[in-house]
């Protein structure tokens, strides 16, 4: 693979990890539709009242443990653990392991199986390794990419998703059953040994990211005629809260043009300490910097 073909992989891969990482931790407009009820100390509560219990809960925690998996069609499947903050938009250490899928064919030719990621408030540091550094990164291990420039790169769906890694907390699928007004109580189950309630519902995933961002008419038509292209348009969310109302276990479906995408993710640690600190300057490149080296097409 020469450097050209590396830092190409280099830049779609990571982008396409950070986002593994985003999701798992993974604000909106609410319905009160929907009044399943449930018994919580003699008290009946819709989902829906349930729900905004859970939301306010998890968002006081400010930070947690994170670990779960990711598959994208053909595309990729990855394992993801680390330690997620959101007090003052997204930050955390998460390393994402490739584990099949054609990008985990591409990391191979990278030298390098797994991605390790510190985000930061405004943008986050991958590092691609060794074998990226000495033929592709100019002997730099870590790339950084700032939000600002994605948003850029990337039209409407940048936009999104720079508000998105700047503002989620890992109550989004909460926030997202909470809006559709299409969410049921499963009832009662255990994850990894802890009591749980099971909630499910359906979310137009175009139409939440929609109502959850500023962007004007023009992006938002731009957003939908994206979403279309990649053939995402509904997702199943399920989630399982715990007896403190928080968040101990949620998981996504929906079908793209690549296959089916699914994420379940793991939460547990709710409040553990959590230190971030950028990479050293002397080991690392920007994104700008690493598209400036790309041949003009």
């Known amino acids: 693979m020469n450097s050209t073909t590396m830092r190409r992989a280099g830049l779609s891969i990571a982008v396409v990890a950070a986002l593994t990482g985003l999701t798992a931790c993974g604000s909106g407009d609410s319905s009160d539709k929907a009044d399943r009820g449930e018994d919580k100390g003699g008290i009946k509560l819709s989902p829906i009242a349930a729900l905004r219990t859970v939301e306010k809960s998890t968002d006081k925690a400010d930070t947690a443990r994170v670990d779960g998996t990711t598959t994208m069609g053909s595309l990729s499947s990855m394992d993801m653990k680390g330690v997620m903050g959101w007090s003052d938009g997204i930050t955390g250490n998460v390393t994402v392991t490739f584990t099949g899928g054609t990008q985990a064919q591409q990391m191979k030719q990278l030298g390098a199986t797994e991605l390790d990621y510190r985000y930061l408030k405004n943008g986050f540091y991958a590092n691609m390794g060794d074998t990226f550094a000495s033929q592709a990164g100019g002997g730099k291990h ?11 790169l990337s039209g409407a769906a940048g936009e999104a998703f720079k508000d998105q890694m700047q503002n989620t907390t890992p109550n989004q699928s909460v926030k997202m059953l909470l809006a559709s007004g299409d969410v049921k109580r499963v009832g009662e189950e255990e994850v990894r040994g802890k009591k749980a309630v099971h909630y499910s519902g359906k979310v137009d995933v175009a139409d939440f990211t ?24 509904t997702e199943t969310i399920d989630i399982w809260v715990d007896e403190d109302d928080l ?10 043009k690549n296959g089916t ?20 300057a002397s080991d690392t490149m920007s994104f700008k910097d690493l598209m400036n080296k790309q041949p003009a097409v």
Not at 271 to 279: I, R
């Open 142 to 152: 870590w790339v950084e990419y700032d939000y600002e420039t994605l948003a850029e």
């Open 210 to 233: 929609a109502k959850n961002s500023d962007l004007d008419a023009d992006k938002l038509a731009q957003l939908r005629k994206q979403f279309e292209q990649a053939g995402l348009s």
């Open 247 to 256: 968040l101990v276990k949620k998981s996504e479906k929906g079908e793209t």
């Open 261 to 280: 995408f699914s994420q379940t993710a793991y939460y547990s640690d709710y409040g553990t300490e959590l230190n971030v600190e950028k990479p050293p």
